[in-house]
């Protein structure tokens, strides 16, 4: 796979990484919060992961 297409792949990973946050926010979440906080909790370890595995790259947040 070629970096550029892991990178455009990983902007979509942040902006729906943003949209979770967005529902993380929104009141009556009820049970689901606990989802949704797991989702984030993945994508940050997989963008983690990322980072490692390109250092080199300027990754946002």
Do not use: Y
């Not at 929104?26 to 919060?33: D, K, Q, V, W």
């Not at 963008?47 to 250092?55: A, H, V, Y």
């Amino acid at each position: 796979m070629q970096l550029s297409t892991l990178q455009e792949r990983l902007a979509i990973v942040l902006a729906k990484r943003e949209s979770l946050k967005k529902l993380l926010e929104l009141p009556g979440n009820g049970t689901l919060r606990i989802d949704i906080e797991s989702a984030l909790a993945e994508l940050d370890e997989l963008i983690s992961d990322f980072k490692r595995t390109f250092p080199d790259l300027d990754i946002p947040a």
